[in-house]
DNA sequence: TAAAAATACTCCATAGGTATTTTAT
DNA sequence: ATAAAATACCTATGGAGTATTTTTA
């Protein structure tokens, strides 16, 4: 039988393609990564790579055992996980993975509390679009992501956590800037600053837009809100902020104004997602109700299972 | 980090709740177990075992990582079987499970052959009841399971094999011994002998009472196809049979008549299952294309996977 | 010739064994 | 007193290292 250092290796080599790059990520020397592939494959009795002139490629076998090995190595680091969450329950690593467009603007509130209730826990946050977050979740890379909806969340497991108002931006003096609330057809013709393609906000905006007769602005895409913001206040044109990155950053802009929309408000839903496999479970639910207890003004909280929300194209495997 | 071996040593335990047999079934010493264990809570930081006084129990914890254990090691031998089965497809130990009502009847059909085509396969076929068998399949503690629809197939996959009639057996000189076909309602009023709880046949059988107004014969009930062949030969009542038990061992039985239904005939559905991560599933279906191509008569043979087949119950985990 | 993988060898950590002690019924 | 687990100690396998050779672009 081999072992799960061997799968470790195979995993490595199969990532990097080089035995000399997947034995520095393994600390181990060349040679001895060398001898250990090909001990598995004398074990298997099978080809996992082939070497051939300057070029190491996995065999069709190869990768379908090197993902079968990836398993592996992730419920082996689950019981590692829940071994260390048990004896000591929230310590050590714990990966979470949060969309750009919401990070920054509401982790600030939750984050240094939670670090001082938890000072042994050492939280690793990473930024990107919702969909290479759950992925990377399914992967194993992350603990936990917060994205909003809709992404696919097939395979994982969470909760609901809020729902975040979209406030209109428009530049100091718009026809629009004064009302007090929006209503249906305030945005009717209105061309609508946007972020580039991949962010799951450009997509709320314009289901958004689709509703109330609004289109984007041609021509003109944002990579952040901050420079959604700049733009508008550049006269460029108005645009849709969530209502926590104007409570963080614009709040005090004195070149834009933000106008809320009338009931029922344009919202995004933010979840919180994990493995259902994962061993932390109840400290994931901790982390949520940390959240949840320090929300800052105008989100809706929300707290129930994800499994009993109907989200399309959610299906188990 | 722990090793593969540690986790056989720790399911060996979790098994048998003694050093010493489990030390045995891993073939390996009393103390070596013993040590490797404590290494193993050392590593994990946490009491998988309360050792007290002459009792070994698990911890809730302990119970939680053996079952994880069990995935990992499953996995691990899934990666094994891949290989083998790669390396040399149809060698090796197979191990078949089968329904009690079904395997001698249909087993002598296929099996001989299928060793002679596959002289490295080395074939070990249990009986059980169908619910026991899926189980065992979800353990991983055999490949594969041929029983009769309806089960709970939860989370795994397969093929539908063939529709198997069921014909009545009455004893010779019963009023309805002579009929060419039974209708609908030949069977109104019949007290029929049935086997015990647990067999699915059994449950066929009874959905067949119901819509055709017989009803069960109190006060016996069989636990094998042949005793309720010799309790219809003493004339105790008439019986529901399978057609390839008939064909197979009643056929030139002088003491009871077999009959079977006009249009459309009550049968059982046969079914092939395994797990989805099964590393063999092309020889699998060798195996049913080999079981399809030397079905005796009588029976209808079906070819479609299950995914797609509506069966009540069936939903992925 | 330069860079990458394979080979040769040496060493040591550790899993495994046997013998023995401890513990609990 | 007996049976089971723990401890002590020794052995040997194999995983890891360094040094070197082979291979190919």
Redesign the interface.
Known sequence: ?????HLGYLVALSDTLSFRRAAERCHVSQPTLSVQIRELEAH???QLFERTRRRVTLTP?GR??AE??R??LR??Q???D???S???PLAGPLRLGVIATLGPYLLPYVLSAFREAHPDLRLYVREDPARRLVDRLREGELDLAMVDMPVDIEGLEGLSLFREPLWLAVPRGHPLDGQRRLTHSSLRGLELLMLEDGHCLRTAVLKLCDGMGAREHTGFQATSLDTLRQMVASRIGPTILPALYVAAEAADDDQISTIAFADPQPERQVVLLWRPQSARKDEFREFAAFILARLPAHVTAENHPLENHPIPGQ???
């Open positions: 039988m081999f072992t799960l250092r298997l009795g099978i076998l379908e055992i079968r090995a398993g592996v419920a082996s689950d019981i590692m829940l071994a260390r048990a004896s000591r299906r188990p495997p």
